[in-house]
């Protein structure tokens, strides 16, 4: 990897990036650990760090607050309170997205989350909710079982399973 598979070679921060998710990966199989990987190197901007959603706070009012323009989703999203949506706007290697997410995070990893979401740009947090999202289907309630079920996954195998976290694009 360190030779040029992410590029032509990788920088201290992608090294760190790389070194969270696997720590956070540690007993899964190699199926597993190589999508996570594939996924944050797509969501993370190819960085390999934890990166806050793009977008303006009028942005994230309009797409996920309750009093803008998406009503139905705020409320799936459990961003019920205006400012939510700026608030719990997507973090993380998988940018976690809306209050609801936010406290399930928190209870599944006993971080103090919806308090404070900028803790999910922290590179531990943000693969420990990784791992958890992926392996138990908290993104789109599909997870790693449903689509890699070999040690070393097939191609159609790892492009079906973009599906675990936000259905087929970049696939």
Not at 3 to 27: F, K, R, W, Y
Not at 44 to 62: C, D, K, L, N, W
Not at 67 to 88: C, S
Not at 129 to 151: H, K, P
Request: with cysteine; proline share 4%.
């Amino acid at each position: 990897v360190r030779a040029g598979l992410l590029g032509p070679g990788l920088s201290d921060s992608e090294v760190s990036g790389c070194n969270a998710i696997l720590s956070a990966c540690e007993g899964w199989r190699t199926s597993w650990t190589a999508y996570a990987l594939a996924t944050a190197y797509h969501e993370t901007a190819h960085t390999m760090q934890p990166i806050s959603e793009i977008g303006s706070v009028s942005y994230f009012r309009r797409m996920y607050d309750i009093e803008g323009n998406n009503p139905a989703l705020a409320k799936r999203l459990g961003n019920t309170e205006p400012g939510d949506g700026a608030k719990y706007a997507g973090r993380g290697y998988v940018q976690l997205t809306g209050r609801a997410n936010y406290a399930r995070a928190q209870r599944e990893t006993g971080e103090p989350l919806v308090a404070n979401p900028a803790r999910a740009l922290q590179p531990d947090i943000a693969a420990k909710i990784m791992r958890r999202g992926m392996e138990e289907g908290w993104f789109t309630g599909r997870d790693l079982s449903d689509y890699l079920t070999t040690t070393l996954g097939t191609a159609s195998q790892f492009e079906r399973a973009r599906r675990i976290i936000n259905g087929t694009d970049k696939a």
